[in-house]
């Protein structure tokens, strides 16, 4: 095992030039010259050439899939009645007829809208749409 010194065989001349070492990295100024290599592979991958970050961060997540969803109304109801159930039911919901349609993304919502048909299916045509300040407000509830 001589790779590893015994403690024995560590003087003091190395602890102090350790800490030495330590001491002076703490205290040097931050420059391109004694930054790590990882820091320059962000400052590589952050100036990619465009004058607006913000579009080339908005690039990295548009082909994420969402789920979206439009409710038409919610209801709360017994087993025993959901047991009941059977084909040409009607189960009451608390949405009004004439009532925008609510409309989420991962659960979250994003906007309102009204029923559509076009070309024989069904789609949704939004009329209001929630602002982020909305939704946090919303949340906070």
């Known amino acids: 095992m001589g790779d590893i010194p ?60 969402v789920q979206l969803e439009v409710q038409l109304g919610r209801t709360k109801i017994a087993i025993k009645s959901l047991l009941q159930l059977a084909q040409g039911s009607v189960v009451e919901l608390d949405g009004m007829a004439g009532e925008p349609m609510d409309v989420l993304v991962n659960g979250c919502l994003i906007a309102q809208g009204e029923v559509v048909v076009v070309n024989d299916k069904f789609g949704i045509r939004l009329t209001d749409i929630i602002t982020p300040s909305e939704r946090i407000r919303k949340l906070n509830r």
């Open 6 to 65: 015994d403690k024995a065989q560590i003087s003091a001349d190395d602890w102090g030039a350790a800490m030495q070492e330590q001491e002076t990295a703490t205290r040097a100024p931050r420059t391109p010259d004694n930054v790590a290599a990882p820091a320059q592979i962000f400052e590589q991958f952050s100036s990619s050439g465009t004058t607006n970050p913000q579009h080339t961060d908005m690039d990295m997540i548009l082909d994420i899939p």
